[in-house]
Structure formats: structure tokens, C-alpha cells
């Protein structure tokens, strides 16, 4: 399916719509949300097309969305949300991800920039030997299959009552860090067996932990509100539900492109695959889901740990600890209640590369940022500059209360491993003061600055459209990756 | 048999083909153990690692991408590489398999997950079978 521009009308200077009459299987339009010069890049590849095909979606409300990050996927694009009508429009797999529950969370510190000098290295060889990172790799922590069904119904709670987390941090991370709805009797042996060695690890591909200093603040009031301040040291994450996720996601996709017939459900790509969700397969892949999005909490709960451990051996004992500022998935699905066409609706929106971006009010907020509105932690790429933002009401106006998740890819690894000498850009970025630790070139390669787009556009247009306002940017000084 | 990976923004687009069905599955695993590990599955391996399984599927296509996700899974658990299957048991919606691997110390690429996108088994112009399979990295 070609899409050209004339395809395509110019709704606002940031919205981008095509009807609804381009395809006749598309039940809703399409939109994107972006400038007109990333939309011109977004046409490079096939994101738009996967976007019409997510339009078709049984049950899809509003308008099928995506994010000025967007990139090809796999069936869905990856940067994307779909609403689908509360309790029996589609649930799919596909538009959650393979990473279920794929999030990134920040701590923050009470150092600045000039504290770090001359330790920045020790630093990153202490992070990198702390956090378990790489292919397939399994981390230290070892659970028996009852401890598992505990990590997958409490989710970070779990983490808490080991002693690896905070009781106090559970309100800073959405859904508390803990999903109610899992079932871990729903989740497979093979995924079990998956995640049993993973608590506590971040893989690999873009994955990452990083170390960044507040290089800028924008907005004063909400910095404060979230504990951030000028040439502050924070510790961003980014990892999801490792293997156990992907075999939970794998298994809910074979099941349910079987059962599709019996629901009549057709789609135009077996990864579109979906069931009604108030049908008992639909049922059964949610609630693995939420397990799935349990275990990612309490890994990243683990690694905030294991930071934490890195961090008071290279800097004293006496030093504060890394707080958690907050902590959010950008592969899940939510039941929410938007407003579609004017009425208030119940709605399963599925966000896959897309965060959530809740304004002031939202009930789930802890109660310090309740006036300012949700986090937003908008991760670059190691070498360029990442952004925390703030959500704002008209971001539930226009995207279910989603924003983007972060820079978005452009380059295919393959011809990023082509274009980039990875020995010599690490010591580009060791002069730029950015040290990079990581088990492979290859990994350093594939996910270079040139990999992606230039986060400061994605940001900026998601800011200039309203959906989220910029609180202040992030520069990184340590990078680790599997 | 040939293996070719093609470009993807984010992912792995990997085109393989095949004189007979069977040898489709063999080149699918192939080509998913290089990815896995580069060149691995060119070289002669001393296998360490035997394990029977067994995949039902509607079609072809699906037969293939369970047991390439099978086979996927079982690396994982196994922490190995299997590059070599004999069939014991092989119709259009069936497969009863022997697979073989190495053990190996970590992997090249983590492979989230085999997809469905773009899969597709049908006869090229050259009579051989063929079909595209997407990985999830």
C-alpha cells in the first residue's frame, strides 16, 4: 500500500489526518502527530501504511494514532496507540509488543554535575559490573516457581518486600508498579522458565542504563514539583519484561490467530491478530499481560537497586540515595475512560512506543505532583540529550493522553553498522565527556546517534502541539548497554 | 538454499528459500542461529544439545513461525544455538522435530521474538519455495 501526501490532509500544524474513505476497511481515520518535516521523514518508511491497517482494528475508537517518533514495526508501527471499545472491542497482542511492558524510569540525586568530575569512568565500570546487561544473558538473582508467581501478581511489591525497593517509591510508578488483574496460573512454564535468571537485567538491542546531568530546566515550578533541579545527577532505565514477556506475547499470538474464525475477526496482517476482550482468550492474554507488565516493575525496581549499589561504592556512603522521580511503561494496555465524539467512553488503549502523558488531576498521580501533571521521561540516544516533560490535559483532548516515547529509529541496524566505525565513535563521545559501556561494538553501532532522529524535533513538536510541556533536558555523561 | 537479510528500520527482515518445504524450516533455523550468533551455523559444530518438538499449526506459514519460535525459545531455556533438524514427522500442518545445538557463552543479537509480519510461504518463479520472516530485536 502506497501513501503519498495528497493522501493526507492538514488537520492543524501538527496533526495529520488521512480519512477514513482511503481504505474500505478502515473504520476510523488515521493520525499523525507530527511537524510537517518529520512527517516528510515519517514517509520514508512504512509506518503510515501500518497505521491505515491499525484503522481497521474491530471496536477502534476516535482516530488510530502515531507519535512523531513513529517507525516501522511489524504489523503495528511502533509508536503508535489504539483505543478499542470497553469490553468487547479488539484486544491484540501486537499493539502492546513483544516487550510487554517496555518502560523507562529516572532517579534522581542530590549530586550536581561537578561531583562526578573525574569519576565519570569509575562510574560506568561500576554500573556496568552491578547490572547484569547482554544477549540472553541472566542476571544474579534466582527465583523458585512460587517466588515467580509472587514477582508476577505483586509486580514491584514484590521487590519492596525483599528488600530491593522502597515501600514509599510504589506511588511514583504507574499503576503503583503493580497491574491486579494478573493471573501467573496464565502464564506459560516456558516463560517462567524464561524469566526465572532475568530479575534484575536490561538485555540489549536499545536498552540501556544511563547517567545524565540536567543540562536545562524550562519550566521551574514542575522541576521542583518532580525533585529536578540545574546540573543535577539522575539515573534514567530503560528495560522491560525481558524473555518472559516476549514468550507471554509470542504464545498470546499463536492462540489467538487460531481463535480469530470463531469471532470473525479478520485483519490485514496475522501480527494485527486480536480477539474481543471480554472473550476468554482475550481474557486470558490480558491478564497474562498485566503479569508480564508486573515482572517489568520489579526488574526495573531491581536495577534501581543494583544503581543504587553502584552508585554509593563510587561516591560515599553518606551520600543521599537515588530516588525515584518516576517510572512509566511505553508497551501496554489500559482500560481508561476518554471522551470520544463528546461522550465519555471506556476504551482499551493499547500503546505500543507510546507513553502515557496524563495532565494535573489525574487520580493516579502521587499527590506532590497532582497540581503539575504526570512525568514524561523521553529517552534519546547515548550521545545527544534526553527531556522530562509534563502531561497536559490536551493530550486526553487529542491522543488518549499518550505522547511519545522517545527519539525514534531511523536507520535499520544494518546500515548503521555500515555507516558508523563503533571504536571511534566511542572515543568521539569519550572526548565529548560521554562514556559508553557496552558488551559489543556491535550494540555501540546499531545504536548510534545517526540510528535515530533528532530527539530535540520529536520533543519539540510534541511541546509546540501541547500535548506535553517540556520541564527540562537531560545530557548524558555514562552510558550502559548490553 | 539461501538466506538473505534485507533492511528493516528496527528490526530483522530475513528472505528465505528452498528446493523442498522441509528444507525451508532447515534454512529458517540457519538463518536465525546466524543471527543469533554470526556465521555460527556455517561452521561444523559438535552438537551438545538434542530436543524433540512438536508443532501444530493451520498452514504452512504458521507451522513455520511456531516452530522457528520454538525453536527460539528453546535457545533461550537451553542456552544454546540449534542449527540442524531431522523431521520425524512432517505434513503442511504438522511437525514432529529433532533439533540440534551447541551450548554457546551469550549471544550476538537478542532476538525478541519470530513475527508473522510479511510471512508468507508460496512458490517463486523457480518453483522453490520461499518466504520472508521478520524478527523482533
Redesign the interface.
Known sequence: MKIYKTDINKITDYIWEIPKSFRPAMRVPARVLASEPLLDDIMGDRSLAQLVNVASLPGIKGTSLVMPDVHEGYGFPIGGVAATIFPEGAISPGGIGYDINCGVRLLTSNLKRDDIKGKTEALSKELYAQIPSGMGKGGQIRISDQEMDQVLLKGAEWAVEKGYGKKEELEYMESNGRLVNADPSLVSAMAKKRGADQLGTIGSGNHFVEVDYVEEVYDETIAQAYGLFKDQLVVMIHTGSRGLGHQIATDAIKQIISAMPKYDMQVPDRELACVPFNSIEGQNYFKAMCAAANYAWCNREIISWEARKAWTNIFSSNTEPLKLMYDLAHNIAKIETHVVHGAQAQLIVHRKGATRAFGPGFKELPQDYKTVGQPVIIPGSMGTCSYVLAGTPKSEELTFGSCCHGAGRRLSRTAAKKQVNAPVLQEQLKEKGIFVTAGSYKGIAEEAPIAYKDVNMVVQTVSDSGIAKKVAKLHPIAVIKG | MKVE?L??????RMRITAVHLQELFHVGIIGMGNI?KEKFCLQDIPYDRKLKIEITA?DPT?LLI?FL?EVL?V???E?GIFCKVTFIEFTPTKTIAEIYGKHVY?????I????????DIFKNKDGHWETMV?F??
Open positions: 537479510y533492511p528493516h528500520t528496527a528490526d530483522i543469533l493451520s504458521c511456531d519460535s525459545s535457545s533461550y531455556t542456552k551469550g549471544f550476538d543479537e537478542e525478541k521474538a519470530v513475527t508473522y509480519h510479511e510471512a521478520v523482533d530485536i
